[in-house]
């Protein structure tokens, strides 16, 4: 069984890949554009230079943008001459600070001095033709010669709008599936989830282009404008989650690690790095002291925020008891039990945590529901978080998804070509319901607030319309634009 192409596009590298921690650089070596500096540019730099944010009027997305002047009026390259050149003064390191790039760590001295070497060299463009595309902003947005394989979904609160997952790009429909409102087109080549903040007035878009970086988007919903695009690791990242009252925005890492930023200035503000492979999931709990995450090696892991600290495996980690990785988890919003006793580990005394549980899912297609928090001291084997495993769906497990009050939830899989989208009672082992006429493999599923419409999608670019009581298929449509 193969993962989604969603997910096996990515290419791992060494969490020190790309352009992190390069040789000394001869002086007079050639320096490459196209190998050398146009990567730097891109992990640190194109974020906040880019035709959808054009941070003091510099993008830094094409070449012949690299040459014109800013806001400033002076030219950020100037072939040739370094001495002239505006863009080395914004990223010179003077007494440790630099002023780009803007609330993040100043470039090394050897990524200073490639920047430099090439500049003197005649700042050339040694791109290859068959790299060479016309760049892709929201004047010249994607052209689909086919639909984009959807990877992820989702409702603003209110119920309006539909976020669905495109290439260079997050679709707004409105949430009937009528309209598409807005093409919020970004610098990441694929967008692997999209989730709207609690009040939804912001939507982050997490993903990024396999192998060179991953990218955060953070989108002003109202202005269709792009308030943050924050750089992140050298390959693609997955499975965004807000906290409950919007002041962390969560994500999984291709190098193994689950991270936090703060949306409104993108400081890093939590990372955990005990997954031993990709980090695909990631969910807060109702009171954003915890996050839970979900891996493919086979793993939910539970962090304390406020100390970045890991606390738990969820989940049991003995050989066998799960098969194959995870990729779907979900918090149920609502519980009869408001704490619990956890086991305290120094002295073997309990303290009162507040009370929540995870549904999670992956390749072996069985959805199990979790209590957040242990209640037993752990034993060799156990999964004694485990509160109920549920009917499997077809092949593998792609989302999951509660509704407002938690009594339900929905589950999406593939397998062979196939998908189904199910629905189960929370309390009840067995599905409820099976949506009709899903055809293809099913990676996305959302659940409107008003419980009238579940939305899934995948891999023919089809969205489904479903009505979680009868199944009934309200409506379809596919995700084309024109």
Avoid at 12 to 17: E, K, Q, V
Avoid at 66 to 71: E, H, Q, T, V, Y
Avoid at 400 to 421: H, P
Wanted: hydrophobic letters at 35%.
């Amino acid at each position: 069984m193969r993962w989604p192409p969603a997910v096996a596009c990515g290419v791992l590298l060494a969490s020190a890949g790309l352009a992190a921690d390069p040789p000394k650089v001869d002086p007079t070596a050639k320096v490459s554009y196209f190998k050398d500096v146009r990567p730097l540019f891109q992990q640190h730099c194109q974020g906040c230079h880019q035709p959808a944010k054009a941070q003091g009027g510099y993008v830094m997305t094409d070449f012949a943008g690299l040459l014109k002047a800013g806001d400033g009026g002076k030219p950020g390259v100037v072939p040739g001459k370094p001495a002239e050149s505006h863009l080395l003064d914004e990223i010179r390191v003077k007494d440790g600070k630099a002023e780009m790039p803007k609330n993040g760590a100043p470039l090394k001295p050897e990524h200073y001095q490639l920047v430099e070497q090439w500049i003197a060299q005649g700042a050339i463009d040694d791109t290859p033709a068959s790299a060479k595309t016309k760049s892709i902003d929201a004047s010249r947005p994607p052209v689909y010669s086919s639909p984009p394989v959807i990877t992820s979904l989702s409702f603003s609160p209110d119920g309006q709008l539909l976020a669905v997952t495109g290439y260079h790009e997050v679709l707004l429909y409105s949430a009937d599936g009528e309209k598409l409102v807005a093409r919020l087109v970004g610098l990441s080549e694929r967008i692997q989830a999209v989730a709207f903040s609690p009040d939804g007035k912001l939507l982050a878009a997490v993903g990024g282009d396999p192998g060179r970086f991953g990218e955060v988007q953070i989108w002003d919903v109202e202005k269709r404008k792009l308030k943050l695009a924050v750089p992140v690791t050298f390959d693609t990242v997955y499975g965004v989650s807000w906290a409950p009252d919007a002041s962390k925005v969560a994500f999984g890492c291709a190098d193994n690690t689950v991270r936090a930023i703060d949306p409104n200035t993108g400081k890093q503000v939590l990372q955990m790095g005990t997954h031993s492979d990709w980090v695909l999931g990631t969910v807060f709990s109702r009171d954003g002291q915890h996050l839970a995450s979900v891996s493919r090696d086979m793993s939910t892991k539970l962090t304390e925020v406020a100390t970045e600290r890991f606390i738990d495996n969820v989940t049991s980690i003995t050989p066998g008891a799960l098969k194959g990785g995870l990729m779907a988890i979900d918090v149920r919003p609502k519980v009869d039990k408001q704490t619990t006793k956890v086991p305290d580990d120094e002295g073997g005394k309990f303290q009162e945590k507040p009370y929540d549980e995870l549904i999670t899912a992956g390749s072996d297609g069985t959805p199990r529901l979790y209590k957040m928090h242990r209640e037993a001291k752990r034993q060799i084997g156990d999964d004694s978080n485990k509160i109920r495993q549920y009917e499997p769906v077809v092949g593998r497990v792609s989302a999951v998804r509660f509704n407002a009050d938690g009594s339900k939830f929905a589950a999406v899989g593939s397998l062979d070509g196939q998908g189904e989208v199910a629905v189960y009672e929370t309390a009840k082992d067995k599905k409820a319901a099976r949506c009709e006429g899903v055809t293809g493999p099913v990676y996305a599923v959302a659940w409107k607030k008003d419980g009238t419409a579940i939305a899934s999608g995948g891999f023919d670019g089809k969205v489904w319309l479903h009505d979680p009581v009868t199944s009934k298929r309200i409506k379809e449509f596919t995700v084309l634009p024109k």
